[in-house]
């Protein structure tokens, strides 16, 4: 007998319907046909470590050769307790190109052979705006076969809840914001939960602030509308973990996690479509009151 899925709202309201996962497609104007689903497990193993290393994207685009043919599109879900899945993103094929084993990151976790190179491929993937809304709230019952970690999307998939949007992280204030890197890579990895994190530091260019908690040195830094205010910014270093820093690129090179030290602040925000020499000049002024030129890791 089919369930009904539990919608509960922001003010805690409840309602329950039955729903499945192949209506949301259909209404949404996606092919069944063409689209597959994916259901990772991401609690151990390789999907774990590329997950937290932020290689999730490349972790699925590799795949054997002929997996996804004709396939137009791929949901993603992240498994959950018994058979459920909540759902990640959607994803388009653009096309496919060989497996270049060079071209991994260097600290990618699974080591493939050059047989690999050959067996596998490297699927060009694009996040699409498809379900964007329920990334990190439909909550689906993958069904028995577990193991099917890859299905076709016409094989029904039962939705068994909507999730509000929660964010563990409040959005007070600019000036008020201490953010640990491994919080400021989970706000920026999971934006739909933090849109109000989002749009507030896309709307500003500024001066910030990182501070290494283990030496006590610091790096002052700017943005500003070329790089996509704060939020652009600071989305590099949620992919790099260094945002292209000489010193912080040294400090990573030679310890991975070192980032876990990195305090995110901000010293000043301005309209983002302040003049940039103009936000330069306030970066230059942090930088002298903190001497963090001669004694930070500030290049010049």
């Given at each position: 007998?089919?369930?009904?899925?539990?919608?509960?709202?922001?003010?805690g309201?409840?309602?329950?319907?039955?729903?499945?996962?192949?209506?949301?497609?259909?209404?949404?104007?996606?092919?069944?046909?063409?689209?597959?689903?994916?259901?990772h497990?991401?609690?151990?193993?390789?999907a774990?470590?590329?997950?937290?290393?932020?290689?999730?994207?490349?972790?699925?685009?590799?795949?054997?050769?002929?997996r996804?043919?004709?396939?137009?599109y791929?949901?993603s879900?992240?498994?959950?307790?018994?058979?459920?899945?909540?759902?990640y993103?959607?994803y388009?094929?653009?096309?496919?190109?060989?497996l270049?084993?060079?071209?991994?990151?260097?600290?990618?976790?699974?080591?493939?052979?050059?047989?690999?190179?050959?067996?596998?491929?490297f699927?060009?993937?694009?996040?699409?705006?498809?379900?964007?809304?329920?990334?990190?709230r439909?909550?689906?019952?993958?069904?028995?076969s577990?193991?099917?970690?890859?299905?076709?999307?016409t094989?029904?998939?039962?939705?068994l809840?909507?999730?509000?949007?929660?964010?563990?992280?409040?959005?007070v204030?600019?000036?008020?914001?201490?953010?640990?890197?491994?919080?400021l890579?989970?706000?920026?990895?999971n934006s739909?939960?933090?849109?109000?994190?989002?749009?507030r530091?896309?709307?500003?260019?500024?001066?910030?602030?990182?501070?290494?908690?283990?030496?006590?040195?610091?790096?002052?830094?700017s943005?500003?509308?070329n790089?996509?205010g704060i939020?652009?910014r600071?989305s590099?270093?949620?992919?790099t973990?260094?945002?292209?820093?000489?010193?912080?690129i040294a400090?990573?090179?030679?310890d991975?996690?070192?980032?876990?030290n990195?305090?995110?602040?901000i010293?000043e925000?301005?309209p983002?479509k302040?003049?940039?020499?103009?936000?330069?000049?306030?970066?230059?002024?942090?930088?002298?009151?903190l001497?963090?030129?001669?004694?930070?890791?500030?290049?010049n």
């Amino acid at each position: 007998m089919s369930r009904g899925i539990i919608v509960i709202t922001k003010d805690g309201c409840k309602g329950e319907f039955l729903m499945k996962l192949q209506e949301l497609l259909v209404n949404r104007g996606v092919d069944l046909t063409k689209t597959k689903l994916m259901r990772h497990t991401t609690n151990a193993g390789e999907a774990h470590e590329c997950f937290t290393l932020g290689y999730f994207d490349i972790y699925q685009s590799i795949q054997r050769q002929d997996r996804l043919k004709d396939c137009e599109y791929f949901l993603s879900f992240l498994a959950g307790e018994g058979t459920s899945a909540k759902y990640y993103g959607c994803y388009k094929i653009a096309g496919t190109e060989p497996l270049k084993l060079d071209l991994l990151p260097a600290d990618y976790p699974n080591k493939f052979s050059e047989n690999n190179g050959i067996t596998h491929s490297f699927y060009k993937i694009e996040k699409t705006h498809i379900l964007h809304d329920l990334e990190n709230r439909l909550v689906i019952d993958w069904g028995k076969s577990t193991r099917g970690w890859l299905q076709n999307a016409t094989t029904e998939k039962e939705v068994l809840q909507i999730l509000p949007y929660i964010s563990e992280y409040e959005f007070v204030s600019y000036d008020k914001i201490l953010l640990t890197y491994e919080a400021l890579k989970h706000i920026i990895h999971n934006s739909n939960e933090h849109k109000l994190w989002e749009d507030r530091l896309s709307a500003v260019a500024g001066v910030y602030l990182i501070t290494d908690t283990k030496t006590g040195k610091h790096y002052v830094g700017s943005a500003s509308s070329n790089d996509g205010g704060i939020w652009g910014r600071w989305s590099s270093y949620a992919k790099t973990k260094h945002g292209g820093n000489k010193s912080l690129i040294a400090l990573i090179n030679d310890d991975a996690n070192y980032c876990k030290n990195f305090i995110f602040s901000i010293f000043e925000v301005f309209p983002i479509k302040r003049d940039r020499s103009e936000i330069i000049a306030y970066e230059q002024l942090y930088k002298k009151k903190l001497y963090s030129t001669k004694f930070g890791f500030n290049n010049n």
